[in-house]
């Protein structure tokens, strides 16, 4: 049952949505596909005021990779309050800043053996898209940046011209430029190595191109559609720029923090990008926080030349310094990756349900997708899988796939009760397209 404005109501009362719809922008999108009036979380569960549980796939976006309300990032950020510690401090020195860093530097850099300096830019993501590009020119003196097809950086201007989806750009409302597009690892098809036209088009003596100052890239594109780049284009990628002086900006902004396996979803590549993006679970527990790690020697801002006045979120630095804890043990991986194993399979046995209307499964990590040819198809995929109980997003620049981002954490018991309500939602939408298939066309053959 819908309501004036199109929503589901899914069971709520009359009035559940009304304040939203009177007062809160248009521009609202999630809770169009998952109408609740949500009151409570834990790690993978979250409950609405009717007192209904959903298992949560989609996990914020990325940005709760450790889960709702992870309790032991919770017990550390009550106790922070309680004894007066800073909230907010601009980028003055503090504390909980001093902790992260020597934490993050400890847990993850060092034994990586990553050199890098970490500026801390606005709240979101976009801001450190934007910080990167902004000091890749700088340092370069170059205007243009090179981005793929299917990327997504951000909704502020220089991410945006930088990010691919039609949709996204057409609200820009100005012109965006400076941005060098080229085709992402097996855009072109099987038959098309894009790197040969990468070289060729930024490179080749005729192309007509200016040597950029960067390339951005995700290295995998979830928001494009879950693109995974295979280990040898990255490296190919980056031995390209490295020989051309271009800087590799890698945006690691859904895809790191663990999401994909490892922390950095480009270890699997061995490489180290110039400049990398982080946000979304680099706090920990959804608290806004983001940072770009920049190679020593590129670090030639001068203060105050790039700032953000909610830089200094202190609750974000002690959330993120607790969960760093959980990478100083090898479990931890081993567990993302058991894990991960068991979604790959799950989705491969769905797949097989419905071959013809399923073409892939995609996805590293904890970050994977069904394909479906038809995104309407899609579309009542994840509304019947709301119905049962299951928050899971669609992506892609048609929107036809089904994507799965569940907490790093969650329990087994709850991912396979997860993996089970979305084959139940595959199997109620093949059976009700089949059903209408048989009445348009009482010859064609039910799917099965």
Not at 48 to 57: A, C, N, V, W
Not at 210 to 238: C, F, H, K, M, Y
Not at 426 to 440: G, K
Request: glycine share 8%; proline share 4%; net charge negative.
């Amino acid at each position: 049952m819908r309501n004036e404005n199109g929503i589901q109501k899914n069971g709520q009362p009359d009035d559940a949505f009304q304040v939203f719809q009177d007062i809160e922008s248009a521009v609202r999108s999630y809770c169009r596909r998952f109408p609740a009036v949500f009151a409570t979380a834990r790690n993978a569960v979250i409950e609405d005021e009717q007192g209904r549980q959903y298992i949560d796939f989609l996990a914020g976006a990325g940005a709760l990779n450790y889960g709702h309300n992870n309790p032991k990032v919770r017990d550390r950020l009550v106790e922070y309050l309680m004894s007066d510690g800073i909230a907010q401090s601009l980028d003055l020195h503090t504390s909980a800043k001093k902790d992260f860093l020597r934490a993050f530097q400890d847990v993850i850099l060092a034994p990586r053996g990553f050199d890098y300096r970490v500026q801390f830019t606005g709240p979101t993501g976009t801001n450190a898209v934007e910080a990167a590009l902004k000091l890749a020119r700088k340092v370069t003196g170059r205007r243009n940046v090179v981005a793929f097809t299917n990327a997504f950086h951000g909704m502020t201007l220089a991410s945006l011209a930088a990010t691919a989806r039609a949709s996204k750009r057409a609200a820009a409302g100005v012109s965006l430029h400076d941005v060098i597009r080229m085709p992402y690892d097996g855009f072109l098809g099987e038959d098309m190595d894009s790197m040969d036209v990468l070289e060729a088009m930024l490179f080749g003596p005729g192309s007509g191109v200016d040597l950029p100052a960067a390339i951005i890239l995700e290295t995998v594109q979830a928001e494009g559609g879950i693109n995974v780049a295979s280990p040898q284009w990255l490296a190919r990628v980056a031995a390209l720029a490295r020989k051309h002086e271009v800087l590799l900006i890698v945006d690691d902004i859904q895809a790191g923090c663990g999401r994909t396996g490892a922390f950095f979803s480009f270890e699997r590549a061995g490489i180290q990008p110039d400049l990398v993006c982080l946000s979304k679970s680099i706090s920990g527990y959804g608290l806004p926080m983001s940072l770009v790690l920049i190679r020593p020697h590129l670090d030639c801002w001068e203060p105050g030349e790039h700032n953000g006045t909610f830089r200094g979120n202190n609750l974000a630095f002690v959330a993120a310094t607790s969960v760093l804890d959980y990478w100083r043990d090898q479990a931890f991986s081993e567990s993302i990756a058991r894990k991960s194993r068991l979604v790959g399979e799950r989705l491969r046995a769905i797949r097989d349900t419905a071959p013809a209307q399923i073409s892939a499964v995609r996805g590293l990590g904890l970050l994977q997708g069904l394909v479906f040819n038809d995104p309407q198809l899609a579309n009542a995929v994840s509304k019947a899988a709301f119905e049962r109980g299951l928050i899971v997003e669609l992506c892609g620049p048609a929107e036809n796939v089904v994507k799965l981002m569940p907490p790093l954490l969650i329990e087994d018991d709850v991912l396979a009760d997860g993996l089970s309500r979305l084959a139940e939602a595959v199997r109620a939408c093949m059976n009700a397209a089949a059903d209408l298939t048989l009445r348009l066309d009482p010859l064609q053959p039910v799917m099965g």
